[in-house]
């Protein structure tokens, strides 16, 4: 069974960073074709899609968010981290991460249940 | 990138369907087989529903499926039931190797 869980601050102040860690199980990131995104969604509002980092250590970013966005794995760990820098209010919501199954393919599934981040000014 | 434009909501009666349209560009959608759809009930994860454009995963049931024409994706409900009620998100793969996400639709089961 895989599964994905998001993990970290739910509260940070303005201008500081944020590091969120999703932690995964039933799949292994070396795997050839592997991939984990990270994707948020502010309160009420819709979904963004932010990073992913492939088996391959390859990095894709939101080109909106590109400066400020650091993915990176542990393999060993079964981790991905994001980090996004200068964070401002407007970056509240809740962070999920996922897998997708084929880079080829470009579908998300499973999600992890999420984590909300608040931002406080 | 620019989201994908979907309508804001659509509802219908049980038994009856609904289809939620998905339009992106020639960037995205339009050249690309790689666009998936998600439902979201209030206070819920994302779950897959259809993937590739037109295919379903294990377990979802077949009264949803999917469809696309040039840059425009669909996602229709035959048969809507009380639990289909949601919002739902399609998403597309796009030149740059990024993903982007549709600005989501409610349905609402009357």
């Known amino acids: 069974q895989v599964t994905l869980r998001e993990s970290g601050p739910a509260l940070v102040k303005s201008t500081q960073t944020l590091t969120l860690t999703c932690t995964f199980s039933g799949f292994s990131l070396s795997t050839s074709g592997v991939c984990v995104s990270w994707i948020r969604q502010p309160p009420g509002k819709a979904l963004e899609w932010l990073a992913r980092i492939d088996w391959d250590d390859d990095k894709y970013y939101s080109t909106s968010l590109k400066t400020r966005l650091t993915i990176s794995k542990d393999t060993s760990k079964n981790q991905v981290v994001l980090t996004m820098t200068n964070l401002d209010p407007v970056d509240t919501g809740t962070y999920y991460c996922a897998r997708i199954p084929d880079y080829n393919k470009g579908w998300f599934d499973p999600w992890g249940q999420g984590t909300l981040v608040t931002v406080s000014s | 990138q620019s989201a994908l434009t979907q309508p804001p909501s659509v509802s219908g009666s049980p038994g009856q369907s609904v289809t939620i349209s998905c339009t992106g560009t020639s960037s995205d959608v339009g050249i690309y087989n790689r666009v998936s759809w998600y439902q979201q009930p209030p206070g819920t994860a994302p779950k897959l529903m259809i993937y590739?454009?037109?295919n379903r995963p294990s377990g979802v049931p077949d009264r949803f499926s999917g469809s696309k024409s040039g840059n425009t994706a669909s996602l229709t409900i035959s048969g809507l039931q009380a639990e289909d009620e949601a919002d739902y998100y399609c998403s597309s793969y796009t030149s740059t190797s990024t993903f982007v996400f549709g600005t989501g639709t409610k349905v609402t089961v009357l």
């Open positions: 590739e454009v037109s």
